[in-house]
């Protein structure tokens, strides 16, 4: 044990084992609330245990007013329908309406020896905060990202009942909803999240997510606490995965660097001395520390070398390894998750745009644009895991964190770690509040907006603050001044020639997200887009942006989608040139102009819901192989605007918000995948781009068409090979194409298959006729599949769909996990394909994962194309029988003819 003003360095070696982690625990549960007008007393008095709470409801922490009050059923569901027409916006009610105190009793002693800390991680807009009777904030505080700490041990009631009170004020201004991005723009004055006042994908959120709305914590330290740990990891040279290094007899990596350092605060009134240690894998760097009486320190360690490092890599080219280090020092320690890996850029003087490389390799960026996990704030690491892992599904190597959002959780970028998304971080400005454009819906000018937020000293704090945050995780990889404008200049002088360079240096730092240094602007405009549905031959035959921030299309889901948040008296099918309907109006409906109705007459909702993933998948995948084809001689990457919804819009989304996915997801997904053989429709050229970086040979190409009938047509069945990170054109179809699509349409299937026989890719189109019609998908005639359903684990479902032979292409089918009793899909589910077509005589497996429910009852698979009628299959019932006994009446998988164990 170490005392204050002792030295210790004898026995240290001891800390490693003995040394127990930060303490550290959540308060999540048990608060109450009550609305500030209801109440005439002070803090003081609110945060005595001995203050009755009555008329007092309970709260929802983390979380913000809106979410409590409709946890209470005070409030409707806003993303219902019409539902947040019927909630009183905070720019009409005044900010008293939403200003709430939270009290939270608990308990916690004060021990000799220890500190005890408070900790906010986020709260909205303002609070004052008090416990046992004492204010804890000398001032007010302000910002919704800034992070506060309390040292309470001296606040503890000695039997250790404890209560704590926060009065939160919203955000001033609110600004007006007026219908413009960000409504009036005076929302942009605090240093907050903007999109609270609407944009042109989202309605405005009524008490701007007022609240505590980020993690409440408790922290038990020894008198030295250790924050902010730092690790930067130095990967020299050109690596490759799974890499055999040139030393005699060695395996592995070259060697990598890893450098750490820390903060440590003393929080006694003595000084102390002692050792700060770094132990990873069982090393051990240190260096001998001493702090004054309550000095705070920024102390670095000595470099330490990995041999044979496992390297983290992006998703598609290699593995996501964590590594997992202590800081310790005297019997406290905090442990460091982080990755090895060293991201770097360089100008790419042919395409003119900034180009990612990761461990020494070129990394062509295929994105999503990111808003928010939900648009009241209530985030969980389940569901951040979910939408995450969407992202690595579709094959997208990087998220964009929109700049009118937040600072995303420590959370969201475990998820990403975990499944090797890189992250491009926006602060918090844009250029529709912040000033870039002239805009009538706006209160103030340009050179006003120009200069928001109001407290340029806050919004520095809080960069600081949040870069600490954040900047351990790997899949960090640049950082940006805002979405479509820099913030102010002397944040942006400090930002980018102070506060990165001392706190990170590591990443490239975007002035904005659409700036020259990213994607210089040869074409004019705004330097991003386009946003609406396209042409398929235009995203391979027209330049746009070399590194394109913001570009999309559509992304409506299917009707079991739309039926969970319109109400039945709007579930009718929008028109091309006729006025929506209101609630789709409302809920940010974005036309599929005619392309809808190339598939013929619609006939209600579902069917156009239907039609409409046939557009989904087909923009998307298209999207991303015009601009794969274009690799390193157009473009550096693209960031899809947008991948995700967090509210129930009708616009950018690949699944919807409860997590439903859509054909846009599926499209992407094959349109980005590593090593991908595509159609280009301008030059009716076969390709294969390949974003591994191994040269792949002996790969068999086969292209064949299939009629309406199902009738097959070999066209050509070739052995080709392609170098790492490269794009080639291989056989031209022109004439023999045209020809056979001209009157009806055609099946297109192109193939890659290895030594072995498997498909590395297998991409299945559907080519409309000369006028551009798909008349003959209208004629098909029904094909029937057939499917063997097996449970291969826990959660764990693989569905084979066998279309006989001698019929039509079973043509794009759905595949779900539903409930057996409702027949409604169940959510989320994980699948490896979606929306597959089966050509006669051949089969196709799915898999799927999703978290059973305990005692829930086994699921059925629902499939479902535009030539096969819904058809239920479900998992077999198995009796095991022990001597004539009967042992158990369970549901069972079969897998290669073997009863497993009894999964439920």
């Known amino acids: 044990m170490y005392k204050k003003g002792f030295t210790i360095f004898a026995l240290s070696f001891l800390f490693t084992v003995a040394a127990t982690a930060q303490d550290e625990y959540e308060l999540n549960t048990g608060w109450k609330c009550i609305n500030r007008g209801k109440l005439s007393v002070s803090g003081e008095k609110i945060s005595q245990p001995s203050f009755a709470l009555n008329d007092w409801m309970p709260a929802t922490v983390p979380g913000t007013v809106l979410t409590t009050l409709i946890n209470n059923k005070l409030m409707p569901d806003p993303f219902y329908g019409m539902n947040n027409e019927r909630i009183p916006d905070i720019y009409r009610t005044g900010r008293d309406y939403y200003t709430y105190w939270f009290v939270k009793d608990f308990t916690e002693k004060s021990l000799t020896g220890r500190q005890v800390w408070l900790h906010f991680r986020g709260v909205n807009d303002g609070c004052d905060i008090y416990l046992n009777g004492h204010k804890l904030n000398a001032q007010t505080h302000r910002g919704m990202f800034l992070r506060q700490t309390y040292n309470i041990t001296g606040f503890l009631n000695k039997d250790g009942r404890n209560r704590l009170a926060v009065i939160v004020y919203p955000p001033d201004p609110v600004g007006n909803p007026n219908g413009g991005q960000g409504g009036d723009g005076e929302i942009a004055r605090n240093v907050s999240h903007q999109y609270v006042a609407g944009w042109d994908w989202i309605q405005p959120i009524r008490d701007r997510n007022t609240g505590i709305w980020d993690k409440v914590t408790i922290e038990r330290t020894g008198a030295m606490r250790i924050r902010n740990s730092h690790v930067v990891a130095m990967v020299p040279g050109v690596r490759q995965p799974d890499a055999v290094d040139q030393q ?23 000084e102390i001395s002692g050792e700060l240690k770094f132990v990873l894998e069982g090393k051990t760097v240190s ?65 003119r745009s900034r180009q990612a490389w990761v461990n020494g390799q070129p990394i062509f960026i295929k994105g999503g644009n990111w808003i928010i996990s939900d648009e009241l704030l209530r985030f969980s690491p389940e569901r951040y895991d979910a939408e995450v892992r969407f992202h690595r599904d579709m094959n997208l190597n990087l998220i964009r964190v929109w700049g009118g959002a937040l600072t995303e959780r420590p959370e969201f970028y475990k998820a990403c770690d975990k499944y090797g998304i890189l992250v491009f971080q926006d602060f918090w400005n844009s250029g529709d509040c912040n000033g870039r454009w002239l805009d009538p819906q706006k209160k103030e000018d340009q050179w006003t907006r120009r200069q928001y937020p109001d407290d340029h000293a806050l919004f520095l704090a809080s960069v600081v603050d949040q870069v600490k945050m954040i900047r351990n995780h790997p899949s960090l990889a640049f950082w940006c001044g805002g979405n479509e404008i820099t913030p102010p200049g002397d944040i942006l002088r400090a930002m980018k020639d102070s506060i990165m360079p001392a706190l990170d240096g590591t990443r490239y730092f975007f002035d904005y997200s659409n700036s020259d240094s990213m994607s210089f602007n040869f074409l004019g405009g705004n330097g991003d887009g386009p946003y609406g549905i396209q042409p398929i031959r235009t995203f391979w035959a027209d330049r746009t942006f070399s590194f394109n921030s913001e570009v999309g299309s559509v992304g409506m889901g299917d009707y079991e989608s739309l039926e969970r948040f319109l109400p039945k008296e709007n579930l009718i099918p929008p028109h091309p040139g006729r006025r929506q309907d209101s609630v789709w109006e409302y809920h940010k409906y974005i036309g599929y102009d005619s392309t809808v109705y190339a598939y013929g007459p619609v006939k209600d909702l579902r069917d156009f819901a239907f039609k409409a993933q046939l557009v989904n998948y087909d923009q998307y995948r298209a999207l991303m192989e015009g601009f794969s084809a274009h690799m390193w001689e157009w473009y550096t990457g693209t960031i899809i605007w947008k991948t995700q919804n967090p509210w129930t819009a009708l616009r950018g989304q690949m699944y919807d918000y409860y997590l439903d996915v859509n054909a846009c997801l599926y499209g992407l997904r094959s349109g980005s995948e590593p090593l991908h053989v595509m159609f280009d429709p301008v030059e009716n050229m076969v390709m294969i781009v390949n974003n591994t970086f191994g040269y792949h040979r ?121 409930d057996p009793a409702t027949k409604k899909r169940i959510l989320p589910v994980f699948y490896s394909d979606n929306y597959v077509s089966v050509a006669p ?49 369970k549901i069972y998988a079969i897998w290669k003819g073997r009863m497993l164990k009894p999964i439920f």
């Open 248 to 270: 005699p007899g060695g395996m592995g990596q070259q060697p990598a660097l890893v450098r750490v350092s820390a903060e440590l605060e003393n929080a006694g009134g003595e």
């Open 287 to 351: 260096v001998p520390v001493t702090l004054a009486a309550h000095e705070t320190k920024e102390v670095a360690l000595p470099d330490q070398e990995l041999i044979h490092p496992r390297l983290w890599w992006p998703s598609g080219y290699g593995r996501q390894e964590m590594y997992h280090g202590d800081m310790v020092f005297g019997p406290d320690s905090q442990r460091v998750d982080f990755g090895v890996r060293e991201i770097t850029t360089t100008w790419n003087t042919t395409t």
């Open 698 to 818: 002996d790969m068999m190409l086969e292209v064949r068409a299939y009629d309406m009938a199902g009738k097959e047509r070999r066209l050509t069945q070739v052995y080709e090979e392609i170098g790492p990170s490269a794009v080639r054109k291989y056989l031209p179809m022109g004439r023999e194409i045209d020809r056979m699509r001209k009157e009806k349409g055609m099946f297109l299937s192109l193939r890659l298959l290895d030594e072995r026989k498997q498909p590395i890719s297998d991409n299945f189109y559907w080519l409309p006729d000369s006028t551009g019609q798909y008349s003959g998908l209208q004629e098909m005639g029904k094909a029937v599949l057939k499917a063997e359903v097996q449970m291969t684990g826990a959660g764990k479902i693989s569905v084979t769909l066998r279309n006989p032979a001698g019929g039509p292409v079973a043509f794009f089918n759905r595949v779900a996990l539903v």
């Open 841 to 889: 005589g051949e089969e196709k497996t799915i898999t799927m994962e999703y978290t059973p429910v305990k005692g829930q009852v086994a699921p059925l698979v629902s499939v479902e194309g535009w030539n096969v009628d819904r058809t239920f299959f479900m998992l077999k019932k198995l009796v095991y029988l022990d001597e004539g006994k009967l042992l158990s009446s």
